[in-house]
């Protein structure tokens, strides 16, 4: 087997083990947000951050729900970090954006966040910001899920077939969840352009 052949193969196990009664509940935990006039707040470092840019334009756009993303303005958030250190980056942004129990985080991490080995420690305070103040965190993440799984009111674990493509593997399927949700009948309400040019 080529390695090609292995890295798909490892995707394909990675999609048949994964928890789809969670996803059901993270589109649930989605729309009630949007249907009580809540917002949604996507986090994360590195790649996490790429989606959730992508995620803030789809979610928008398709599914009617107000959302953002705390790292999309360099300005602030390197204001934020020389000034305020990068743990706190996220919690103080939220506290300027008026964040309240309507609210929701979506994190995206491969490891969750853990507050005892100050991995990802933005996010970790971030998720319990939200806690905290009554609101939902729902995530995408790898490994044993961290903080955020152990926190989150519906938090999806992509399985680990091979330690060493954790990271791709966990991104990857980042990307499929949030997309899947994004696309669910229970979030969805706008046509996408190139479906409806059938």
């Known amino acids: 087997m080529n390695f090609s052949e292995q890295f798909l193969k490892e995707c394909i196990e990675a999609a048949q083990k994964l928890d789809t009664a969670v996803i059901e509940k993270m589109a649930d935990v989605m729309a009630s947000t949007r249907e009580n006039g809540g917002r949604i707040f996507f986090c994360g470092s590195g790649g996490g951050a790429g989606h959730a840019s992508h995620a ?98 519906a938090v999806c674990v992509v399985p680990t077939i091979n330690p060493v493509h954790i990271t791709p593997i966990v991104e990857g399927y980042q990307a499929i969840v949030w997309h899947l949700l994004v696309s669910h009948p229970k979030l969805q309400v706008n046509q996408t352009k190139w479906e409806s040019t059938k």
């Open 56 to 153: 803030v334009c789809d979610f928008r756009k398709l599914a009617n729900i107000e959302c953002y993303t705390p790292y999309d303005n360099v300005s602030e958030l390197t204001a934020r970090v020389n000034d305020d250190g990068w743990d706190s980056t996220i919690v103080n942004w939220l506290k300027v954006s008026r964040f309240n129990s309507k609210d929701c985080i979506f994190v995206f991490s491969v490891g969750g966040g853990n507050y005892e080995k100050n991995i990802s420690a933005n996010l970790a305070q971030a998720v319990k910001f939200a806690k905290d103040n009554g609101a939902s965190v729902v995530g995408v993440v790898g490994k044993d899920g961290g903080y955020t799984k152990q926190m989150g009111d």
